[in-house]
Nanobody, 127 residues
Framework: QVQLVESGGGVVQAGGSLRLSCAASGGSFSDYAVAWFRQAPEKERDLVAG????????YYPNSVAGRFTISRDDAKSTVFLQMNSLKPEDTAVYYC????????????????????WGQGTQVTVSS
């Protein structure tokens, strides 16, 4: 399993942007489907973006579609989450997660399938 480390969180005003990074080590990163989840205080953890091992298939829920973009650079074993037009309701701890899926071209929506998780990075959007 890969080990994941997120970075890039911080405090930003509403309407601003942040780019989160998820750096992986310890595995063949190009074989992994990756996702970003977030968890706000006293709320369940929700999926905000998913990307297939090839990068060819992407998923966004309606809450972030058109504002967030997930991408990957397998040469650097890193997945990014570009977040634009941020809203106060985007405030949460953001986690990246990975699932080994060699030879597939799919993303995964359910958090239960992911077996590698980062420690999370805090994103705070002020109004």
């Amino acid at each position: 399993q890969v080990q994941l480390v997120e970075s890039g969180g911080g405090v930003v005003q509403a309407g601003g942007s942040l780019r989160l990074s998820c750096a992986a080590s310890g595995g063949s990163f190009s074989d992994y489907a990756v996702a970003w989840f977030r968890q706000a205080p006293e709320k369940e953890r929700d999926l905000v973006a998913g990307i297939s091992p090839s990068g060819g298939r992407l998923y966004y829920p309606n809450s972030v579609a058109g504002r967030f973009t997930i991408s990957r650079d397998d040469a650097k074993s890193t997945v990014f989450l570009q977040m634009n037009s941020l809203k106060p309701e985007d405030t949460a701890v953001y986690y990246c997660a990975a699932k080994a899926s060699p030879g597939s071209n799919t993303y995964y929506i359910s958090e239960s399938v992911y077996n590698s998780w980062g420690q999370g990075t805090q994103v705070t959007v002020s109004s």
